[in-house]
C-alpha cells in the first residue's frame, strides 16, 4: 500500500508552498522508500521536479481551476477519486485542496488563514472558493498539520477543529541555504547587478508583504548614506497596483532593483550579501524568507505579529509592521552598528539551526502513523465523509 503525497505546487512553482511540499518530499523519501509515491496536476509544459522525477507519480492532466473547482464538486458530491491514487494507504494534501476519497485517510497541512484574516489582500473569486471550501476540508481530513501555532489557533477558532486533532511542525530552510564565500557573493553581486550595501526584501508581491513601509524606510535610510539600493526579489502576485504607484512617485525609485528570476542555486548568496532582510510582513503562516536569511548569514528585521516571533526568536529585530518609524528606526540600527548586526548573525545562525527538514519529516511521518493506526468509524468514507 502506498503513501501519496501532493506535489502540485512545487511542480507549478507556487512560491512558499511550492517549497514546502517539494522540500518535505525530497526529506520524506529516503524514510519512506517504495511506499512513497507523488501526485501532482501535470498541467502542459510542467515537468517532474529535479531529484523526485525517478519516484513513482500519479498525475491528473488538467487546468489549475478546473482541478479545483472538480476537486470541490467531488466532495460536496461524495464522489471519491480513488482510482486517481491505486492502492492508497493514505493521501497527504500539501496545499489547500483535499481530495475526496473513499476509505482512505487523509492529512492536510494548513499553512495559514490570511483570506479570512485579510479579505482585501485577496483576489475575490480565490477568496470565495477558499471560503466555502477550508472549513469542508479541514472537516473531513484525518488530521491536519499546521505550520506554526499561529495557524493551529487560527483553524481551531475558525473552524472549530478540537487541538487533538492539529500537529503543529515547523518547516526549515533547504540545506542549500547556509553560510557563503566572498567569492560566491561577489559572482552573484556581478550578475544581478547588486551593489555593495543592500536591504533585501523576498516574497511574492502583494499587500500583505507591507513593501510600502519598506520603501519609505528605504528612501530615508539611502538620504542617510546607509544603503545604497533596495532589492525585492519576487514575482507580481496580486493587487500590487498600489506599491508600483507608490514606486513612481519615490525619490529613492532608481536605487529599487528588481532582479526577477534568481536561480535557486544564486538565492543563498544574495541574501548572505544584503545588508539586512526587512520583512515586516504583516501576516505570515510561517515566513520561511527569516529562516533562510538567518541560514545565510543575514541580520533579520521582521515583524512581530502572526507566526514570525515562533520562527525568528531572539534572533532578530521586531517590529510593529504597521509603525514606518519603528521599521526605520530597527534597520538603522543594524545598518549603523556592526556589533549589532554581528551580533545578530550569530544568533541567526544557531536559530536556524533549530529547525531542519530532517525533523520535519520525521514528525510528518509520526503523523501518518498514528493516522494509519486510527480505525477507520464504520459507515464513514476517509476524505469524504460525513459533515
Given amino acids: 500500500m502506498t503513501i501519496y503525497f501532493d506535489v502540485s ?56 481551476k478546473p482541478w479545483r473547482m472538480l476537486v470541490w464538486l467531488g466532495q460536496l458530491l461524495r464522489v471519491p477519486f480513488n482510482r486517481l491514487l491505486p492502492r492508497a494507504a493514505l493521501y497527504h494534501a500539501t496545499e489547500h485542496l483535499l481530495m475526496p476519497l473513499r476509505g482512505v485517510p487523509a492529512v492536510l497541512t494548513v499553512h495559514d488563514l490570511i483570506f479570512r484574516r485579510y479579505p482585501a489582500h485577496h483576489k475575490p473569486l480565490n477568496r470565495w472558493y477558499l471560503n466555502l471550501t477550508m472549513p469542508l476540508f479541514c472537516r473531513r481530513a484525518n488530521h491536519i498539520i499546521a505550520v506554526s501555532e499561529q495557524t493551529k489557533r487560527d483553524v481551531m477558532e475558525a473552524y472549530g477543529v478540537p487541538a487533538a486533532k492539529i500537529t503543529v511542525i515547523y518547516e526549515a530552510a533547504s540545506s542549500a541555504f547556509t553560510q557563503q564565500s566572498a567569492e560566491a557573493i561577489g559572482a552573484v553581486r556581478g550578475r544581478y547587478g547588486l551593489p555593495a550595501r543592500y536591504l533585501l526584501s523576498v516574497g511574492t508581491i502583494e499587500p500583505r508583504k507591507n513593501l510600502g513601509r519598506v520603501l519609505a524606510a528605504f528612501g530615508q535610510l539611502r538620504d542617510e548614506d546607509l544603503v545604497d539600493a533596495l532589492v525585492i526579489v519576487g514575482k507580481k502576485g496580486w493587487l500590487y497596483d498600489d506599491f508600483f504607484a507608490r514606486l513612481d512617485r519615490s ?15 544564486d538565492l543563498p548568496a544574495v541574501y548572505a550579501g544584503a545588508s539586512a532582510l526587512a520583512f515586516p510582513s504583516e501576516f505570515e503562516g510561517f515566513g520561511l524568507p527569516v529562516l533562510e536569511a538567518m541560514a545565510c548569514g543575514a541580520p533579520v ?31 538603522r540600527r543594524v545598518l549603523s552598528d556592526p556589533e549589532l548586526a554581528s551580533e545578530l548573525r550569530r544568533r541567526g545562525a544557531a536559530q536556524a539551526a533549530r529547525f531542519s527538514w530532517e525533523r520535519t519529516a520525521q514528525e510528518t511521518l509520526a503523523v501518518y502513523e498514528q493516522v494509519l493506526a486510527q480505525p477507520a468509524p464504520r459507515g464513514r468514507s476517509a476524505a469524504a465523509g460525513r459533515g
Avoid: M
Fill in 9 to 64: 505546487a512545487a511542480v507549478h512553482r507556487r512560491a512558499g508552498l511550492g517549497r514546502y511540499a517539494e522540500s518535505l518530499g525530497q526529506a520524506l523519501l529516503p524514510l519512506l522508500g517504495d511506499r512513497l509515491a507523488f501526485f501532482y496536476n501535470a498541467e502542459a509544459g510542467v515537468e517532474p521536479l529535479e531529484g523526485l522525477a525517478h519516484a513513482p507519480a500519479c498525475t491528473v492532466s488538467l487546468g489549475y
Fill in 251 to 265: 525619490p529613492a525609485k532608481q536605487a529599487v532593483i528588481f532582479p526577477g528570476w534568481v536561480a535557486d542555486e
Fill in 301 to 331: 528585521v521582521c515583524a512581530n505579529t502572526s507566526s514570525l516571533p515562533e520562527v525568528a526568536g531572539d534572533a532578530a529585530l521586531l517590529v510593529d509592521p504597521l509603525d514606518t518609524d519603528a521599521l526605520t528606526a530597527a534597520l
